[in-house]
């Protein structure tokens, strides 16, 4: 299994606050079947601004620790990017990091602040003008979204990538987010899963097994290979995800 959003890089954003939950974590993971990681800590003016470099730097820190503690995952760096009219400039001159390297990038959308459609459109143009690939977090998530999951091709574009999360399956973020991805899976419009885990204590890992016989019951076998471990093994290895949706609904 590969995990390509979550928050245990220690002490960099809201997730894990230190070296000892990070490897907490990292067990319970590696306990959950998971084998490569991407690490995606926040990128959000002025509140998160740890670089690509700093973050690289406390990566081969987890890393010797890992040995040290027989952690036998693979780890990689990423960023979670808070959209912003400068994301193409940020990802250019190194300041943030891609989904392992790729040409993948995770995108961060407000929770609650509908942002216009011509404006979220022109900043991801801006950045796929670059030749990199959107990734869209969680878009089960945004409470303005959720009151339109049909319209979320049209708000986004059809050509961009939409990542959701496996503790929404469960209810782990309200009642209106799982009804949102049950509807979005329905028209194949979510391409991989991640946990966006952040911390010890709340930890999707620890009931993976009960996500995974849900989301079973809600997909077919082929989509079902393809959220958990084909598309995330393609976006590592920087290869092309395909669009499911086939009726735009």
């Given at each position: 299994?590969i995990d390509?959003?979550?928050h245990?890089l220690?002490a960099?954003?809201d997730?894990?606050?230190?070296?000892?939950e990070?490897?907490a974590?990292?067990?319970?993971?590696?306990?959950a079947?998971f084998?490569?990681?991407c690490?995606?800590?926040?990128?959000?003016e002025?509140?998160?601004?740890?670089?690509?470099?700093e973050?690289?730097?406390i990566?081969?820190q987890?890393?010797?620790?890992m040995?040290?503690?027989?952690?036998?995952?693979e780890?990689?760096?990423?960023?979670e990017i808070f959209?912003?009219?400068d994301?193409?400039?940020f990802?250019?001159?190194?300041?943030?990091s891609?989904l392992a390297?790729?040409s993948?990038v995770?995108?961060e959308l407000?929770m609650?602040?509908?942002?216009p459609q011509?404006?979220?459109?022109?900043?991801?143009?801006?950045?796929?003008e670059?030749?990199?690939?959107?990734v869209?977090?969680?878009?089960?998530r945004?409470?303005y979204?959720?009151?339109?999951p049909?319209?979320?091709?049209?708000?986004f574009?059809?050509?961009?990538?939409?990542?959701g999360n496996y503790?929404?399956?469960?209810?782990?973020?309200?009642?209106?987010?799982?009804?949102?991805i049950?509807k979005?899976?329905?028209?194949?419009?979510i391409h991989?899963f991640?946990?966006d885990?952040?911390?010890?204590?709340r930890?999707f890992?620890d009931?993976?097994?009960e996500?995974?016989?849900?989301?079973?019951?809600?997909?077919d076998?082929?989509?079902?290979?393809?959220?958990t471990?084909?598309n995330?093994?393609?976006?590592?290895?920087?290869?092309?995800?395909?669009n499911?949706n086939?009726?735009?609904?």
């Amino acid at each position: 299994m590969i995990d390509l959003h979550c928050h245990i890089l220690p002490a960099v954003d809201d997730g894990s606050k230190n070296m000892e939950e990070t490897i907490a974590i990292l067990k319970k993971a590696e306990k959950a079947g998971f084998q490569k990681i991407c690490f995606t800590p926040h990128y959000a003016e002025p509140t998160y601004i740890n670089t690509k470099q700093e973050n690289l730097q406390i990566l081969e820190q987890v890393k010797r620790r890992m040995r040290d503690e027989n952690i036998s995952i693979e780890v990689f760096l990423g960023n979670e990017i808070f959209i912003h009219e400068d994301m193409e400039l940020f990802l250019e001159n190194g300041k943030v990091s891609t989904l392992a390297d790729s040409s993948y990038v995770l995108i961060e959308l407000p929770m609650y602040q509908e942002l216009p459609q011509e404006v979220v459109k022109k900043m991801l143009y801006k950045v796929k003008e670059k030749g990199f690939q959107v990734v869209i977090a969680h878009p089960e998530r945004y409470v303005y979204l959720q009151k339109k999951p049909k319209q979320i091709l049209e708000y986004f574009g059809e050509d961009v990538i939409f990542q959701g999360n496996y503790g929404s399956i469960i209810g782990g973020y309200g009642k209106e987010a799982q009804k949102t991805i049950k509807k979005l899976l329905k028209n194949k419009i979510i391409h991989y899963f991640s946990s966006d885990v952040h911390q010890f204590k709340r930890c999707f890992y620890d009931v993976f097994d009960e996500i995974n016989k849900k989301l079973q019951k809600m997909v077919d076998e082929e989509y079902f290979e393809k959220l958990t471990q084909i598309n995330p093994k393609l976006v590592i290895e920087n290869r092309e995800v395909k669009n499911e949706n086939m009726d735009g609904n």
